[in-house]
Structure formats: structure tokens, C-alpha cells
């Protein structure tokens, strides 16, 4: 399959969680990119059988959690029909905002396969079993 991670990183937790998705995904021999939102290459996006999409989670402490970097997430185009995962990164509490961002992209036609949020100081923790279970969720377009 070809598989591309995006993520809006703010101060490089994002980054790094994208960057361990990215080598997770190739070491179970899928092609990957990994890119942040300013730099997209539209073509493989257009081209993955997956996207997976990740940002951080702003708001207060524990009240109002919000996907982060909603105006850089918009140079995404959208992804009608195509399978996406999703993750965030968080320092206290994620609160609502992994289902908030899910919401987002499914209204704007995305088919959202599942979905994970991280303590920044808990990576790696978590990203192998993210890993298995949106691969095991897609079919690749040639399938």
C-alpha cells in the first residue's frame, strides 16, 4: 500500500509521533511519506490507499480540547472517500478532541478507520498497536 502521514506539529511532538507512525509503517513493508501540512505533495496524497493525519491538541488544561492548527490543517484537500486515521498529541488531557477532529473530517466526506491520541511523554507507547490496527482496517485500491 502506499501510505501518507501528514501532521501540523507546533513544538515537534507531533513531528516525532508522524515520523514513529511513518517508520512503523515501512517496516511492515508499505511505502510511506511522511510530510508536514506545508509541505504536501498533493500527487501522493491523491495516490495513497491511506492517510494518516495528525495534529496536537490545544485548549485549556482540561476544558475546550480542540484539534490544534485548524487554519494549516485546511491546506489539506479534502479526502472524500479516502480512508484516513487520525491521531493527536497532548500534554495533559485530550479531552474531546480526537472525536472532534474525527467529526471534521467525516463531515467533509473523509471515512475515518480509527483513531489514537498520545501523551507526548508517553511515545513511543502505542504506535505499534495504532499501526496494526489501521492497516488491518484498509484494503489497498488494488485489492
Do not use: C
Not at 515537534?12 to 511519506?33: D, K, M, Y
Not at 480542540?66 to 497532548?90: N, S
Not at 467529526?103 to 496494526?132: M, N, Q
Request: no cysteine.
Amino acid at each position: 500500500m502506499q501510505i501518507a502521514v501528514v501532521y501540523a506539529s507546533r513544538t515537534g511532538n507531533t513531528r516525532r509521533a508522524a515520523e514513529l507512525v511513518g517508520t512503523a509503517i515501512a517496516e511492515r513493508g508499505h511505502s510511506v511519506s511522511v510530510a508536514s501540512v506545508d509541505d504536501l505533495d498533493y500527487k501522493v496524497l491523491a495516490d495513497a490507499d491511506l492517510v494518516v493525519l495528525g495534529t496536537w491538541v490545544a485548549g485549556h488544561f482540561v476544558i475546550g480540547q480542540k484539534p490544534g492548527d485548524a487554519r494549516r490543517l485546511a491546506k489539506v484537500p479534502k479526502l472524500t472517500g479516502k480512508p484516513v486515521a487520525i491521531f493527536l498529541t497532548y500534554a495533559i488531557n485530550p479531552g474531546s478532541a480526537l472525536g472532534k477532529l474525527e467529526k471534521a473530517l467525516t463531515r467533509e466526506g473523509a471515512d475515518v478507520i480509527g483513531g489514537y491520541a498520545w501523551k507526548r511523554s508517553s511515545l513511543p507507547a502505542g504506535v505499534e498497536d495504532f499501526v496494526d490496527g489501521v492497516l488491518g482496517a484498509v484494503k489497498p485500491a488494488s485489492a
